[in-house]
Antibody
Framework: EVQLVESGGGLVQPGGSLRLSCAASGFTFSSYWMHWARQVPGKGLVWVARIDSTGFSTDYADSVKGRFTISRDNAKNTLFLQMNSLRAEDTAVYYC??????????WGQGTLVTVSS | DVQMTQSPSSLSASIGDRVTITCRSSQSIIYYLNWYQQKPGKAPKLLIYAASNLESGVPSRFSGSGSGTDFTLTISSLQPEDVATYFCQQNNKTPLTFGGGTKLEIK
């Protein structure tokens, strides 16, 4: 069974940093593109970033480019999202998802990030 | 960026009804359109990819159609477990973008 379990969310002050992790199991992690998406509770979905199966190719939404970094450790079956210079508007539930380059086929349960003083 | 517009934003229908949700893109995305279902308190789930292909395990009452800029998600006979918010997503160009969602309730 495919499982994606996010962790690392929490309360952080504006300008602070947070590192999200997504532990993958039940599939060959190193064969898949991985994505991060976010959702303000009660609102719509926003794609954040993606990384190819090797970790060499990444893309970001303009709203996070230069502040967030997606990475992966294929030996540990783990996806990361390093978030720096956090803003109030980054407050959301962050989901990791397995997929191909442009389809998010299987999602984790999400982790809540709150940016507030 | 490709803007995705869904209509209606909310919908109330009776069990057994045929339900149609529309998604329009700001430019042609050919057939690069996915549909997701998000039940209350849960993560999104992929329903349909490439406009009309049913993801494995998804009930056959769900179907998708369209190409270019206009797409449709149809539920042929609404069931209680279909209460959810439905999102379209274009995957023709980055950034990947989602529609605003359609909240489906039972009348």
């Amino acid at each position: 069974e495919v499982q994606l379990v996010e962790s690392g969310g929490g309360l952080v002050q504006p300008g602070g940093s947070l590192r999200l992790s997504c532990a993958a199991s039940g599939f060959t992690f190193s064969s898949y593109w991985m994505h991060w998406a976010r959702q303000v509770p009660g609102k719509g979905l926003v794609w954040v970033a993606r990384i190819d199966s090797t970790g060499f190719s990444t893309d970001y939404a303009d709203s996070v480019k230069g502040r967030f970094t997606i990475s992966r450790d294929n030996a540990k079956n783990t996806l990361f999202l390093q978030m720096n210079s956090l803003r109030a508007e980054d407050t959301a539930v962050y989901y990791c998802a397995r997929g191909d380059s442009s389809t998010l086929g299987h999602w984790g349960q999400g982790t809540l990030v709150t940016v507030s003083s | 960026d490709v803007q995705m517009t869904q209509s209606p934003s909310s919908l109330s229908a009776s069990i057994g009804d045929r339900v149609t949700i529309t998604c329009r893109s700001s430019q042609s995305i050919i057939y690069y359109l996915n549909w997701y279902q998000q039940k209350p308190g849960k993560a999104p789930k992929l329903l349909i990819y490439a406009a009309s292909n049913l993801e494995s395990g998804v009930p056959s009452r769900f179907s998708g159609s369209g190409s270019g800029t206009d797409f449709t998600l149809t539920i042929s006979s609404l069931q209680p477990e279909d209460v959810a918010t439905y999102f379209c997503q274009q995957n023709n160009k980055t950034p990947l973008t989602f529609g605003g969602g359609t909240k489906l309730e039972i009348k």
